[in-house]
């Protein structure tokens, strides 16, 4: 599959993606003419490697798992070998949780490093959970 990186000055670079059998949590990346492949306990753990790699060449993977607000849980994780992760909601309690393939594309306007991703998602938590906060 094909995906965008960005750089800081929103310079646009394809790369090619392969993502293995669940069974075996790969993912390959090919950048540059440079193929790397990455295993891990399951495809998020993947992802990331893919994500630290391209973020040390100062460009961001534009899919759904390098967006601010998509986070799995530890069940979804789980059930679907790190496939899947929730959308978070923004507004109440009781707005549903959505699920994306975390390799789909998305707009590069619409990514954040894994630093940012982290400190979005740690923000959410303790928006939600005050008494709770980490």
């Known amino acids: 599959m094909y995906l965008q990186t960005v750089d800081a000055d929103g310079g646009i670079q394809e790369v090619i993606i392969q993502i293995g059998k669940p069974s075996t949590a790969m993912v390959e990346l090919l950048d ?6 990455f295993r891990g306990t399951d495809y998020l753990d993947c992802l990331t490697q893919v994500r630290k790699q391209l973020e040390h060449k100062g460009r961001l993977l534009c899919c759904q798992g390098a ?3 998509v986070h799995p849980s530890g ?3 789980q059930f679907t070998n790190g496939r899947q992760a929730y959308v978070l909601p923004s507004g109440t309690h009781d ?10 594309p998305v707009l590069p306007g619409n990514v954040v490093s894994l630093d940012d991703q982290r400190i979005s998602v740690i923000s959410y938590w303790n928006a939600r959970h005050p008494r709770n906060q980490i």
Do not use: K, S
């Not at 707005?95 to 789909?104: C, K, Q, R, W, Y």
């Open 67 to 69: 967006r601010p607000n």
């Open 75 to 77: 069940q979804l994780r």
């Open 95 to 104: 707005e549903a949780h959505t699920t994306v393939d975390i390799f789909a």
């Open 32 to 37: 540059d003419q440079f193929r790397t492949a």
